[in-house]
T-cell receptor, first 110, second 116 residues
């Protein structure tokens, strides 16, 4: 099956700092989503971005499908940004379920 | 965005009993729903794909007789953990694929199952 790798696995930031999270995938995809899992376990949809660039407030994401990677940018981080960020993809062919990366655990300190 | 609900949010049961978890898409129809399991400090692992009106497709290593899935309508899928054992304790999360949103998937809030 498709492999999804996220880096870094852990990240500690001071409030106000910027960060970039990376997601590499091993095959062509027709769906890529970024999620934030809050402390209660809820997965919050951040971006649906199989290709191109999108921005939503302090967050933005870019997917370069031809090079098989996606980046999530967090600017001016806040303590409420803490949690786990997951990248998940659906291959071009085969099943439609998402395959998740192992996640980036972000801790933003005041 | 589309809303997916799950019930119950938390359940504690004795070993050997069965537990049913409901997953509903509240404001859209979902011909396909997915069930995932997440152990502490780990990522989400797909258990099965639930198709409305047909049998579920299970991932390798997931016992279909233990994890019964029913997708009786376009807005409801249920997962029943039969004869639960302590090793079944986990966080179970469902998702639904919204066709009108180009295939984007939306997740329920999850159900934390503890088997004593």
């Amino acid at each position: 099956g498709i492999q999804v790798e996220q880096s870094p696995p852990d990240l500690i930031l001071q409030e106000g700092a910027n960060s970039t999270l990376r997601c590499n995938f091993s095959d062509s995809v027709n769906n890529l989503q970024w999620f934030h899992q809050n402390p209660w376990g809820q997965l919050i949809n951040l971006f649906y971005i199989p290709s191109g660039t999108k921005q939503n407030g302090r967050l933005s994401a870019t997917t370069v499908a031809t090079e098989r990677y996606s980046l999530l940018y967090i600017s001016s981080s806040q303590t409420t940004d803490s949690g786990v960020y997951f990248c998940a993809v659906v291959r071009d062919t085969g099943r439609r379920a998402l395959t998740f990366g192992s996640g980036t655990r972000l801790q933003v300190q005041p | 965005g589309a809303v997916v609900s799950q019930h119950p949010s938390r359940v504690i049961c004795k070993s050997g009993t069965s537990v049913k978890i409901e997953c509903r898409s509240l404001d859209f129809q979902a011909t396909t729903m997915f069930w995932y399991r997440q152990f502490p400090k780990q990522s989400l692992m797909l258990m099965a794909t639930s198709n409305e009106g047909s049998k579920a497709t299970y991932e390798q290593g997931v016992e279909k007789d233990k994890f019964l899935i029913n997708h009786a309508s376009l807005t409801l899928s249920t997962l029943t953990v039969t004869s639960a054992h302590p090793e079944d304790s986990s966080f179970y999360i469902c998702s639904a694929r919204a066709l009108l949103a180009g295939g984007e998937q939306f997740f329920g809030p999850g159900t934390r199952l503890t088997v004593l």
